[in-house]
T-cell receptor
């Protein structure tokens, strides 16, 4: 079975704090892709990153960084020096090679960054 | 970049009427599109996979006769909510895959049934 778990439903931080959003996934496939999306209040989904199962290198993009650990089936997302504009719901998602292109989303983490 | 256009962005309809939502790929061809539904404070749940020129594949528990999907061309998929009821009020969002293992999402449609 394919499953994505984001255990943190809501996180509240003060501006400039660092924050990590957790994501744990389950799949029996050896080839799969992991994604993070940001959903601001307007509702659209903003693509942040895609990572395939064969690439465990961590990635940094500005204030964003991702830690992919196959050993623990985790793909965590860290925002450094958070800003009010980072306030949104963040979704982790999984696409396995045998799922016909379907994305399985986690429950989402609502991040609130207060000034 | 690849763009998926979704219309309308908001719709209010009376209970018992039908509503059609369009999803268009503007600068690429999409043989497959995906329809999701999102209730407030919840995750996106896949409703169905729309296949150009053939029947859609529905996820378990999704009523085929209630949520009609048509994918008549390589750039257009439509979702029709038939005989809508207040419990169908939700945020509906479509997506397509312009590149291998990448996804582009529409801006979503907020449906309110009164």
């Amino acid at each position: 079975a394919q499953k994505v778990t984001q255990a943190q439903t809501e996180i509240s931080v003060v501006e400039k704090e660092d924050v990590t959003l957790d994501c744990v996934y389950e799949t029996r496939d050896t080839t799969y892709y992991l994604f993070w999306y940001k959903q601001p209040p307007s509702g659209e989904l903003v693509f942040l990153i895609r990572r395939n199962s064969f690439d465990e290198q961590n990635e940094i993009s500005g204030r964003y960084s991702w830690n992919f650990q196959k050993s623990t089936s985790s793909f965590n997302f860290t925002i450094t020096a958070s800003q009010v504009v980072d306030s949104a719901v963040y979704f982790c998602a999984l696409r396995s090679s045998n799922q016909g292109g379907k994305l399985i989303f986690g429950q989402g983490t609502e991040l609130s960054v207060k000034p | 970049g690849a763009v998926v256009s979704q219309h309308p962005s908001r719709v209010i309809c009376k209970s018992g009427t039908s509503v059609k939502i369009e999803c268009r790929s503007l600068d690429f061809q999409a043989t497959t599109m995906f329809w999701y539904r999102q209730f407030p404070k919840q995750s996106l749940m896949l409703m169905a996979t729309s296949n150009e020129g053939s029947k859609a594949t529905y996820e378990q528990g999704v009523e085929k006769d209630k949520f009609l999907i048509n994918h008549a061309s390589l750039t257009l998929s439509t979702l029709t909510v038939t005989s809508a009821h207040p419990e169908d009020s939700s945020f509906y969002i479509c997506s397509a895959s312009p590149v291998s293992y990448g996804y582009t999402f529409g801006s979503g449609t907020r449906l309110t049934v009164v």
